[in-house]
């Protein structure tokens, strides 16, 4: 079965540092969605990103975040200085098929630990 | 998209059926029902949607009341596997910027017991 692979699986760094998450979306989708869960809260929408742009962003998605498709396939999460705050699970999702944009398929997730 | 509400929490036992409620009394016409669950430390799962009418698929069936006001997630035969965070999430297929955008809740835990 086919999956959407995220690397690394968990990334700690101190705060101040730039990251890069990774993302290895399941199909050429032209949706493209981050989301994040901060440990014991609820998955929380980041990013959604359409043919290359960014469609919409919550209120949490900062300056301090950028997403890109470097290379036409993979997506990327790069978060400019950490802050304590940003330490969670990002996920990175993208639909099962053309037809159904509100069926996604998630990725397993990048721990990210500021210290 | 409209508000759901569930319950915090439920028990089932391994081999019954988990029956999973959600009230959205809010939905409008064009407004799907969507059920995810997420496994402890896993990014969330699809599980099955619905407008109107029943739905079953390999994982779940999905009970829709005539008003569309409430619908209940229905695991047949529960197994230790399908102890999970439950999601119900309201939301339209129509298109526009928030297409794909899922608001999740606080959900339902469920644990199965041996």
Known sequence: EPEVTQTPSHQVTQMGQEVILRCVPISNHLYFYWYRQILGQKVEFLVSFYNNEISEKSEIFDDQFSVERPDGSNFTLKIRSTKLEDSAMYFCANPLTRLGYNEQFFGPGTRLTVL | ?114
Not at chain 2, 53 to 78: G, Q
């Open chain 2, 1 to 114: 998209d409209a508000k759901t509400t569930q319950p915090p929490s439920m028990d089932c036992a391994e081999g019954r059926a988990a029956n999973l409620p959600c009230n959205h009394s809010t939905i409008s016409g064009n407004e799907y029902v969507y059920w995810y669950r997420q496994i402890h430390s896993q990014g969330p799962q699809y599980i099955i949607h619905g407008l109107k009418n029943n739905e079953t698929n390999e994982m779940a069936s999905l009970i829709i009341t005539e008003d569309r006001k409430s619908s209940t997630l229905i695991l047949p035969h529960a197994t230790l596997r399908d102890t999970a965070v439950y999601y119900c999430i309201v939301l339209s297929n129509a298109g526009g910027t928030s297409y794909g955008k899922l608001t999740f809740g606080q959900g339902t835990i469920l644990t199965v017991h041996p």
